[in-house]
Nanobody, 126 residues
Framework: EVQLQASGGGLVQAGGSLRLSCAAS????????IGWFRQAPGKEREGVSA????????YYRDSVKDRFTITYDNAKNMVHLQMNRLKPEDTAIYFC???????????????????WGQGTQVTVSS
């Protein structure tokens, strides 16, 4: 059984940092696309960042570019999302998701991902 575990959320003041982690059991992140999505209360889920682990290509939504960094630790089979200069509008539940490389059309389409973590709450106070 594949399980993804997202962790690292918390409460932080605006301008602070958090590092989210996504760990997998029963699945290797090699040759996959790993995405981070978030959903704030009353809003639709949106893609935040993604990485294609085969080539290391990374993707960011415009609002987090230059603030967030996604990385893949293949030795530990984990994906991290380093979030700096956090803003109140970054407040949301953050989810990680995975899909094998080649089985999707866009890393931004949540419905294409096969596996999802349970989510971790990020709250940024002003």
């Amino acid at each position: 059984e594949v399980q993804l575990q997202a962790s690292g959320g918390g409460l932080v003041q605006a301008g602070g940092s958090l590092r989210l982690s996504c760990a997998a059991s029963g699945y290797t992140f090699d040759d996959s696309a790993i995405g981070w999505f978030r959903q704030a209360p009353g809003k639709e889920r949106e893609g935040v960042s993604a990485i294609r682990t085969t080539e290391g290509r990374t993707y960011y939504r415009d609002s987090v570019k230059d603030r967030f960094t996604i990385t893949y630790d293949n030795a530990k089979n984990m994906v991290h999302l380093q979030m700096n200069r956090l803003k109140p509008e970054d407040t949301a539940i953050y989810f990680c998701a995975a899909i094998p490389e080649g089985d999707y059309n866009s890393v931004w389409t949540a419905e294409e991902y096969d596996y999802w973590g349970q989510g971790t709450q990020v709250t940024v106070s002003s």
